[in-house]
């Protein structure tokens, strides 16, 4: 009778080590895979962080160091690791910054999570500690964070400026910097607009030049010469634009049919319809007092002819063709016309108007430029020069960022010092906050704050100091009640990173937080894999 339970207890035991060994493997095996994406591209975080050459499998080549671009190019098979290329493609959307930050964070608490693991506590008890400590850190982090008044041009800069440092570009964040601020100020009023809408601001890229002449216009950027017969004007004053959406072309027949023209006398007639056809359409476009004519693409047959392009250069009126679907509603806002489907409707009140209109020749190619559009616009155009694709592709997401860093200031009007400084704020203040607490949550909490330092960490290794020397000094400096102190990879020195203008939006880290440790909680929740057949 006393030797039943143990034997019972064995068996049992026996049963439960099989049944949990495999939620053990399957955690381990996620956290590593994870962890193995965030150690990736760990070395490009920060200024003086590294740049990744990524090849497609078409043989394409990108260079850059944006978190986001690396992990949506990368291949990744691993379910779990893909949860870290989903998560940076969340940053990038919400914040358009931080997107290496938040995945590098997310390895470190993975990290965390498996020495929890392994001291036995529960993953629920893990995941459920970990949102009241993301909470917490949203807390101490607008506690820290300054005001910011729209009127205070110079602290825009200094944002832009400190998200441009970290890019392959950040030689010009000087010029940059300026454009991507005057972009969103034109875009919103201030005032009472709460959020920044991106596509009211066209980025064109042409190649030729530097990044040096990479300009703001206000107004239009059609990356194309103007396609007028000899002759055709190249500078209008004071232009009326039409934007159509029909074709300057003879109508063709059905897929099925064909006409046979069987003698010249009928070969002359359709010649002459044809002419006469096009003849009035135009008539009826110069009727309107149109000068200036945006034809869209069209897949079906020619959007122009040649007939019909000497007829509109005869009447001085200058053509771009080839007008792409998708920038139609810009065009449209821009100008403040509207796009004519039928030659019918070629009406004047459907016009946009604009103070100018000419072709510029440029380095590499010709552009046609449309200035002085009406001030009720609100919509700009950014023209992107480089000497090169792999140039032009990188400053075109650099200034994205910056967009996005000036966006996050339109939607939360607050600024925190960047360098490492509320990183290492958050891991001192979690951890004395864990000192209050009780029990496992405690151990969690104290993990979470750890977890935070690898932010300062990997900043001062990517710039070459002594990365342990750096946070132990960072940490004694905060303990002090230095708030603003960070890391100076310039110096190579930790100094109030205000002096040195590296300040964040508030929103940037927050969304970081946030999103890393739902991340996070996801990943712990995962017991099982469960790979599903292929439907017939």
Do not use: W
């Amino acid at each position: 009778m006393g030797e039943k339970p143990p034997t019972r207890k064995a068996a049992g035991a026996t049963g439960q080590f099989r049944d949990k060994e495999k939620p053990k493997d399957v955690r381990e095996s996620n956290i590593v895979a994870a962890k193995a994406v965030a150690d990736a591209i760990r070395t490009s975080l920060g200024p003086r962080g590294m740049d990744k050459m990524i090849q497609s499998k078409t043989g394409d080549v990108t260079i850059t160091n944006d978190g986001a671009t690396i992990l949506k190019e990368m291949d990744v098979i691993h379910p779990a690791a893909k949860m870290l290329c989903e998560l940076s493609k969340a940053q990038d959307i919400e914040a358009g910054d931080g997107t290496t930050t938040v995945c590098v964070m997310a390895g470190s608490l993975l990290n965390a999570t498996s020495k929890l693991l392994a001291k036995g506590i529960h993953p629920t008890t893990i995941s459920e500690s970990f949102q009241g400590a993301a909470a917490k850190s949203v807390e101490i982090l607008t506690n820290m964070s300054v005001p910011l008044d729209f009127n205070d041009r110079q602290s825009l800069l200094k944002s832009a400026s400190t998200s441009l440092n970290s890019k392959v570009v950040s030689q010009y964040s000087g010029l940059l910097a300026p454009i991507a601020v005057d972009a969103i100020l034109k875009v919103i009023d201030p005032v009472t607009d709460f959020n920044v809408d991106l596509r009211d601001i066209k980025i064109v890229k042409k190649l030729g030049g530097t990044i040096e002449d990479t300009e703001l216009i206000e107004g239009l950027v059609f990356n194309q010469k103007s396609s007028g017969a000899p002759g055709a004007p190249t500078r209008i004053e004071k232009a009326k634009i039409g934007l159509i959406q029909f074709c300057l072309s003879p109508p063709k027949t059905d897929m099925e049919n064909q006409i046979i023209v069987s003698d010249y006398t009928q070969m002359d007639r359709v010649l002459k319809e044809e002419r006469a056809y096009i003849l009035n359409i135009i008539k009826a476009i110069k009727k309107a007092g149109c000068n200036v004519l945006l034809i869209q693409k069209s897949i079906l047959r020619d959007a122009v002819n040649d007939l019909a392009l000497h007829f509109l250069a005869k009447m001085k009126i200058m053509v771009v063709k080839d007008v792409e679907r998708e920038d139609i509603e810009f065009i449209a806002r821009t100008l403040g016309c509207r796009p004519i489907a039928s030659v019918d409707h070629f009406l004047p009140e459907s016009l946009g108007v604009a103070e100018l209109v000419e072709e510029f020749q440029t380095g590499g190619g010709k552009i046609v430029k449309v200035t002085g559009v009406p001030a009720t616009c609100k919509t700009v155009t950014v023209l992107i020069r480089g000497s090169n694709k792999l140039v032009l592709d990188e400053a075109d997401r650099s200034i994205h960022d910056a967009l996005c860093v000036i966006r996050c200031l339109v939607k939360k009007r607050a600024l925190i010092a960047g360098g490492g400084a509320p990183e290492i704020e958050l891991a001192l203040r979690l951890a004395e906050y864990s000192r209050q607490l009780t029990g496992m949550e405690a151990y969690c909490y104290k993990a979470f704050a750890e977890a935070m330092e690898v932010i300062p960490f990997t900043l001062a290794e990517n710039a070459g100091l002594h990365p342990i020397a750096v946070v132990t000094e960072l940490r004694n400096r905060h303990a002090r009640g230095e708030k603003t102190t960070g890391i100076n990879v310039r110096k190579g020195a930790i100094t109030n990173i205000l002096d040195e203008n590296v300040v964040q939006p508030l929103l940037v880290s927050c969304s970081a937080v946030t999103l890393a440790a739902e991340t996070v909680r996801s990943i712990m929740k995962i017991d099982d894999i469960v790979i599903t057949s292929m439907s017939m």
